[in-house]
């Protein structure tokens, strides 16, 4: 009987997804009149993944899907006056093979190499990644300073990725692409997502940080983000600015912890408690710290 129902409920969705209207604009001003036209009974779709994982968790689909994958303004990797630009439909195996991703900007190259599997990052998106909230790439993107470039209603908009992140109307908005600016060289970084295992399931915390001092070794530049399974990441702010001025090697790691625990406010789920991932988040960054305490690793800028 299970099986037979298992069978009949794999039929329902399938005839569900065949049964959705598929819309392919090749322009983004038309995608985006489709999406006023329809409204809630229509979604942008890039790859796709996130929507047929949603669907598995019985996600009704809406009547409408409309496809962005012809728009081909939404593809591609370039370098422009030494920011790197990613089109928001660039599949992140593309960003992963990239050369400039692997050798400047390492803690993304870090960060794409964990999202799921081999299959799904074959299909999945930059964007896709970025507008789900809770992507893996966001950390490393929002400690990277990225900025985004989306459409609404009638004009290009550029912000950064925490104000993108924060923006009201999210959902029908469509991110055109993702500029990172050129890191300083050698400063420090570290990516890292911690997880009970590696890539299929939600992470519990994902880390990124990056950090320039200058030459009498106090810091400059530093920016601290987290997320993790079904937490929005976001940057901690008041830690950064704690850090700020303060001299690399000297720093408090006791108090750096406090602040950290404090500070972070991940969501609770089946997996783990906001506790623990709060103490997971704070360890794992003082430890990272005090790794490079006695490296000189960080750039030191006049």
Avoid at 132 to 137: A, Y
Avoid at 191 to 211: D, F, Q
Avoid at 229 to 235: D, M, Y
Avoid at 247 to 258: A, P
């Amino acid at each position: 009987m299970a099986q037979g129902n298992n069978e009949s409920m794999s039929m329902n969705k399938s005839a569900e997804w065949a049964s959705a209207a598929v819309w392919q604009p090749q322009e983004i001003e038309e995608a985006w009149d489709l999406k006023e036209e329809y409204r809630d009974n229509a979604v942008f779709i890039a790859g796709g993944t996130l929507l047929q994982l949603l669907r598995e968790q019985g996600t009704l689909l809406p009547r409408y899907l409309i496809s962005l994958e012809k728009v081909e303004a939404l593809h591609g990797i370039s370098m422009e006056e030494n920011q790197l630009k990613i089109g928001a439909l660039t599949t992140l195996d593309l960003c992963r093979m990239n050369i400039n991703v692997f050798q400047k900007w390492m803690i993304l190259a870090e960060a794409i190499k964990v999202v799921a599997s081999p299959a799904v990052r074959n299909r999945a998106t930059i964007g896709g990644n970025v507008c789900c909230l809770v992507g893996d790439l966001v950390p490393a993107l929002l400690a990277l300073d990225a900025e985004v470039t989306f459409f609404d209603r009638k004009s290009f908009i550029k912000v950064s990725i925490d104000s993108f992140l924060q923006y009201e109307n999210l959902t029908d908005a469509i991110l055109v692409a993702l500029t990172v600016p050129d890191p300083v060289e050698n400063a420090w970084s570290f990516y890292e997502k911690t997880g009970r295992r590696e890539a299929l399931i939600p992470s519990l915390v994902t880390l990124a940080a990056t950090a320039v001092c200058n030459r009498r070794g106090e810091i400059k530049h530093i920016r601290l983000a987290a997320g993790g399974g079904t937490t929005f990441p976001r940057r901690l702010i008041e830690s950064e600015c704690w850090l700020m001025g303060q001299t690399w090697n000297k720093v408090d790691l006791g108090e750096l912890y406090n602040r950290v625990h404090g500070e972070f406010q991940p969501a609770a789920d089946s997996f783990a408690t906001e506790s623990y991932r709060k103490t997971v988040a704070a360890n794992l960054l003082v430890s990272k710290l005090e790794e490079n305490h006695s490296k000189e690793t960080v750039v030191w800028n006049p």
